[in-house]
């Protein structure tokens, strides 16, 4: 998920966290950032030794989103899921998914110890490179996650950038992210990404299907977000509307065809820089 605002490396959690009162949760979430925290980028991708718990988790997710993904998920993601191939049966390492990634579209995925500022995150998209967590949501409730975690970054996006369309779209972001030099020019960009690459819909076959990461990767969401308010594609609606990340969307905008929101989408992201914020949002 994108993050949407500066925010530290993750390794304190909130106390409302499902892991808040487990040490052994929270010891392990250390450890993983630690990974993280010493990566250095190009350099090769160090090995998270995921523990059969951890494993676990994964499997039951990825098994139940995979079901979900035939009946809701958007033809290019799942061609892309297709394509990068993850494993089913435990957590993925970063390394593995960042060869297989860039063989497919040229895209990197790189560690991070938790979330990162907004600018660094979509900053580093423009140079097609995609900043992830490692950690795993808490096992005591696998289908939710307040933060985003593995499942989030790889089921998610993942395999969106193994799709070269997706891919050449988050450069474009990350590109009109660099030109949005004001902080107003960057919110507003931020908004029209979580309705679109996080949660946008697209009409498909006579059906709405989703092309966003937080809903592919949200077991209970992906259920019901055709229950909710879908408005006609409308950039200037979406930059300037706010949204609650802790609550299903009770808003979705949803792009009349595939080819109609890549077109749109790419069109918006090489058009920004701050005037184009000025002329379209203020
Ligand atoms: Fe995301």
């Not at 979330?115 to 289908?143: D, E, K, M, N, W």
């Not at 930059?239 to 949803?254: E, H, K, N, S, W």
Request: with cysteine; net charge negative; aromatic share 12%.
């Amino acid at each position: 998920m994108a993050p949407i605002a500066d925010q530290h490396p993750m390794v304190s959690l909130p106390d409302d966290h499902p892991g808040f009162s487990d040490p052994e949760y929270r010891a392990r979430r250390a450890a993983i950032a630690a990974v993280g925290e010493a990566h250095v980028s190009g350099q090769p991708i160090a090995d998270v030794h995921y523990t059969p718990e951890e494993d676990e988790v994964w499997r039951v997710v990825s098994r139940e989103l995979a079901v979900k993904h035939r009946r809701y998920a958007c033809r290019a993601y799942l061609e892309g899921a297709a394509a990068l191939t993850l494993p089913a049966d435990r957590v993925p390492q970063l390394r593995e998914v960042d060869e297989r990634v860039h063989a497919l579209t040229g895209f990197r995925i790189e560690p991070v110890p938790g979330l990162v500022p907004t600018r660094t995150f979509y900053g580093a998209l423009a140079r097609r490179t995609f900043l992830s967590t490692q950690y795993i949501r808490h096992h005591s409730v696998p289908f939710y996650t307040p933060e985003p975690d593995i499942v989030h970054e790889i089921i998610g996006h993942a395999n969106m950038l193994a799709n070269p369309v997706f891919a050449d779209l988050y450069q474009a972001a990350g590109e009109a992210s660099v030109r949005a030099t004001s902080d107003a020019a960057l919110a507003a960009f931020s908004k029209v990404f979580w309705f679109t690459l996080e949660f946008g819909v697209v009409h498909e076959d006579g059906e709405l299907r989703t092309y966003g990461a937080g809903l592919l990767s949200s077991f209970g969401e992906i259920d019901v977000f055709r229950g909710a308010e879908i408005r006609p594609w409308d950039i200037r609606q979406m930059g300037t509307l706010d949204y609650d990340i802790t609550r299903y969307q009770p808003v979705l905008f949803a792009a009349e065809s595939f080819e109609r929101m890549v077109e749109d989408l790419t069109a918006f992201f090489t058009g920004y820089d701050d005037e184009a914020y000025e002329r379209i949002f203020a």
